[in-house]
C-alpha cells in the first residue's frame, strides 16, 4: 500500500508540475500577445506617432492592468481543462451518431458552457482595450421629455459579447470534432524553445483561419437571429434601442469594415490565447523523461523504469516510459548494460525479463485484437476456414511462447476477453461481443445496419436467395454450417472446437410455436426497422464511418512502435553488447510474435478501407496523426524486423522457430519484404 501511495504520488509530481509550467509560460506570454492586440486595434496608417504615443499610454492604463488579470483567470481556467480533458488515446466515434452523443454528453455541456462565458470575458477585455464605440454595453443617447438622459443598448458592444460566446462554443465543439485535447508525441525529440519557436508560426496562422471562419459564421447567425438577444437584453437591463442608428442584424448594418475589422483581431486573440495553452501544455507533457534502469534504494525502486513499464494505473507514465525505453536502447550504451545486468545475490536477469515481458505483452494483445477484428468482420455464421484456425492458433501460440518467460506476466489467449484501445493500460471485463469492442465490430442489431454487413457478419434475411440450402460457391468454401458447434462458445469469443462425428438432430416438435403476442411485437418490430431504414437522416446518422474502425483498432500504436523500437534496437545490441546471453533465450519468442504480428498486420491491410489514406483537413489545433498510426506502426514492424535480421544473419537460422516463421524471416534477409 505504501508502494501504491509513493508511485501516485510521484506520477501526480511529474504530471502536475509539467501542467503547472505550461500554465505560468501562458500567462507570461499574455502581456506580449495583448500589445500586439493592442497594437493591431489601434493602428492608423496615416498618424504613425500619435497611433505609436496612444498605444503606449494604453498599456499602462488602468483598465489595461484589469484585462491583464480577467485574462489571467482564463488562462488559468484553460489550463485545467487541458489537465483535466487531455488523453493519449483519441474518442474516434464510429458513427455520427455517436459523435452527436459525445457532444451533447453533460460533461462536454459543462465544457462548453464555461468556454462561452471565458469567451465573452475575452471578448469584454478587448472591447475595453479597443475603446471608442465599442467599450460599454449602455451609452446615452437622447434626452427624455423629463430632461432625463436616456441610456440605450450598445450593440457594437453586444455583438462582440456575443461573438466571443460564440467563439468559445466553436473551440468547445471543435475539441471534440478535431480532437485537441489529444496529445501525440513527436517521433523526432526536439527541445522545448525550438519547437514552441517551430510551431509558434502555425499556431498564429490556425488562429487567423478560425477566427475569420468564426466570424463569417456568426455574421451570419447574427444577421438571422440577432434580434432576439438585442431584444432580451434591452428588456432585461431596461435599456433603451436608439432607432436613429443602423441595426446590425441588417446587410448594410454587417458591411462595416471597422467592425469586421475588429472583431477578427478580436477573435484571432481570443483563439491565440488558447492555443497558445494548448500548445505550451503539449510540449510539457510529452518531453521525454528519462527513468532509472535499476536502484541502489528500495524506497526508489518503484520509480524505476521496469516497473513503470508495467504499471497499469495511469497511461502517461506508461508512455513516457515507452518512450525512454525507444530512446535509450538506440543512444544510451550505459543504460543499455545495465538492461542486460543481471542480479545480484541470484544472478537473474530482472531487468530484461520485465522490459522484454511487458513489450511481447503489448504486442500480442494487439495481434489479438486484429485477428478478433478479422473474424468478426470475416465470419459468416459458419465454420473457420482453415487458415482463420491457422492465424488463431498462431496468435495463441505466440501468447503462450510470452507467458512461458520467467518473470513475465501471463498474456491473455484469444478465448479471454479482449481489451479495446481505451483499456491497453487498465484491466477490462468483457467478450469479444461485449460493448467493450463494439467500436470494432459492425452493429448488426442495429436497425439502421445495412443488409450487406449482415451478410458479412452472417445474419442472413430470410427472404433473401443465399438463405437456406442455396449457398455461394464463395461461401461454401468457408466450410459447411456444423449443427454440433457450440453456438455458445462462438458468442463467448473462444474458437470452435473440432468437429465431432456429425448427428443429425432431431427436427423441432410442431407444437413449439411461438406465441401471439410475441410473433405481434415481432411483426411490429420489423415494420419499425423497415420504416425507419428508409429515412435519409437516420441513415445517415447511424451508418458506421468507414474508416472509423481500423482508426480506433491503432489508437493507441504509438505504444507499440515505441515498443517495437525499443525491443528491436536492443535485440539488435545484444549482439556485441550481451556479456551474459540473457537476450539469447527470448530471442525465438521475440521472433515469433514480430513474424505473428506482421501477419496480422497484413491481413488487416487487405480489409476495405483499412489502406485508404485519410483526406488531408485544413489548418487547424487538432491533432490528426493518429489517422496515421496504423501506417507508422507496420512500417515501425517492418523496420524492426530488417534491424534484427540484418544484425543477426545468417546466425538466425539457428534460432528454434517454426518453418513458417523462418520462412517468413528468409525474406527479410534476401530483402525482398
Known amino acids: 500500500m505504501f508502494s501504491l501511495k509513493q508511485n501516485s504520488w510521484f506520477i501526480r509530481k511529474v504530471v502536475i508540475w509539467r501542467a503547472v509550467a505550461s500554465i ?20 492608423s496608417l496615416f498618424h504613425p506617432i500619435q497611433w505609436i504615443l496612444d498605444c503606449t499610454s494604453l498599456l499602462t492604463a488602468s483598465s489595461t492592468i484589469f484585462s491583464l488579470v480577467v485574462l489571467c483567470g482564463v488562462v488559468l481556467i484553460t489550463g ?108 523526432i525529440q526536439q527541445y522545448k524553445y525550438p519547437r514552441f519557436k517551430g510551431c509558434l508560426l502555425m499556431v498564429v496562422k490556425c488562429s487567423v483561419i478560425q477566427a475569420l471562419y468564426s466570424a463569417r459564421n456568426f455574421a451570419a447567425l447574427y444577421f438571422f437571429f440577432g434580434y432576439i438577444p438585442k431584444t432580451w437584453i434591452s428588456s432585461t437591463l431596461n435599456l433603451q434601442i436608439d432607432s436613429s442608428l443602423q ?135 459458419r465454420a473457420k476456414s482453415q487458415s482463420a484456425s491457422s492465424d488463431t492458433r498462431s496468435a495463441s501460440s505466440s501468447s503462450s511462447v510470452v507467458s512461458g518467460t520467467e518473470g513475465i506476466a501471463e498474456t491473455p489467449r484469444l478465448c479471454v476477453p479482449l481489451r479495446t484501445p481505451g483499456s491497453v493500460f487498465k484491466s477490462s471485463v468483457g467478450g469479444a461481443n461485449s460493448a467493450l469492442t463494439a467500436p470494432f465490430t459492425p452493429d448488426v442489431n442495429s436497425p439502421f445496419s445495412s443488409p450487406a454487413i449482415r451478410r458479412l457478419v452472417g445474419q442472413q434475411d430470410p427472404q433473401s ?77 447511424f451508418n458506421k464511418l468507414p474508416e472509423a474502425s481500423s482508426q480506433a483498432l491503432f489508437a493507441d500504436s504509438q505504444a507499440h512502435i515505441w ?46 478501407h483499412a489502406s485508404s489514406k485519410p483526406v488531408r483537413t485544413i489548418c487547424s489545433m487538432g491533432d490528426s496523426t493518429y489517422k496515421t498510426l496504423r501506417f507508422a506502426l507496420r512500417a515501425a514492424l517492418k523496420t524492426a524486423i530488417y534491424k534484427i535480421t540484418t544484425t543477426f544473419g545468417e546466425h538466425l537460422n539457428a534460432v528454434n522457430i517454426s518453418t513458417e516463421h523462418g520462412k517468413r524471416l528468409q525474406q527479410f534477409l534476401e530483402f525482398k519484404e
Open 247 to 381: 441595426s446590425l442584424d441588417s446587410l448594410t448594418g454587417l458591411l462595416d469594415f471597422s467592425l469586421l475589422y475588429h472583431l477578427s483581431i478580436s477573435g484571432t486573440f481570443l483563439y491565440l490565447t488558447w492555443y497558445l495553452t494548448v500548445l505550451l501544455f503539449r510540449i510539457y507533457v510529452t518531453e521525454a523523461y528519462s527513468f532509472p534502469v535499476q536502484s541502489t534504494f528500495t524506497e526508489d525502486a518503484e520509480q524505476c523504469l521496469p516497473k513503470v513499464l508495467t504499471e497499469k494505473t495511469t497511461s502517461v507514465m506508461k508512455f513516457l516510459a515507452l518512450q525512454d525505453l525507444a530512446l535509450l536502447s538506440q543512444h544510451s550504451l550505459s543504460r543499455r548494460l545495465e538492461v542486460f545486468s543481471l542480479s545480484q545475490p541470484g544472478g537473474h536477469p530482472h531487468n530484461w525479463n520485465a522490459i522484454s515481458g511487458e513489450c511481447l505483452s503489448l504486442l500480442s494483445e494487439l495481434t489479438q485484437r486484429l485477428v478478433a477484428h478479422q473474424d468478426a468482420v470475416a465470419s459468416n455464421g
Open 563 to 608: 515498443a517495437l523500437q525499443g525491443l528491436s534496437h536492443l535485440v539488435a545490441a545484444s549482439f556485441s553488447e550481451d556479456q551474459f546471453g540473457v537476450v539469447q533465450t527470448t530471442l525465438p519468442n521475440i521472433l515469433s510474435c514480430l513474424v505473428v504480428l506482421l501477419e496480422a498486420v497484413d491481413r488487416h491491410f487487405k480489409l476495405p
Open 465 to 541: 436467395p443465399w438463405s437456406g440450402a442455396v449457398q455461394s460457391p464463395h461461401i461454401m468454401r468457408r466450410g459447411p454450417k456444423l449443427w454440433s458447434a457450440s453456438t455458445e462458445s462462438e458468442s463467448n469469443g473462444s474458437p470452435l472446437a473440432s468437429p465431432a462425428p456429425a448427428t443429425v438432430p432431431s427436427p423441432p416438435a410442431a407444437n413449439q410455436k411461438p406465441s401471439f403476442l410475441a410473433q405481434w411485437l415481432q411483426n411490429r418490430r420489423e415494420q419499425v426497422k423497415s420504416f425507419l431504414a428508409k429515412r435519409v437522416l437516420i441513415m445517415y446518422l
Open 80 to 187: 485545467f481543462f487541458n489537465l483535466e480533458f487531455y488523453t493519449l488515446v483519441p474518442s474516434i466515434p464510429c458513427s455520427r451518431m455517436a459523435l452527436l452523443g459525445t457532444v451533447l454528453h453533460p460533461r462536454q455541456c459543462v465544457h462548453s458552457l464555461v468556454y462561452c462565458t471565458m469567451g465573452m470575458l475575452v471578448m469584454w477585455c478587448a472591447s475595453v482595450t479597443i475603446g471608442g464605440r465599442y467599450s460599454t454595453l449602455g451609452t446615452p443617447c437622447r434626452q427624455s421629455e423629463s430632461g432625463e438622459v436616456v441610456t440605450c443598448l450598445n450593440e457594437y458592444h453586444l455583438f462582440l459579447l456575443l461573438a466571443g460566446a460564440f467563439m468559445g462554443y466553436s473551440h468547445s465543439f471543435l475539441g471534440v470534432v478535431q480532437n485537441m485535447y489529444y496529445v501525440s508525441f513527436q517521433p
Open 24 to 43: 505560468a509560460w501562458s500567462v507570461l506570454l499574455l502581456p506580449v500577445t495583448t500589445a500586439v492586440f493592442v497594437l493591431l486595434s489601434r493602428f
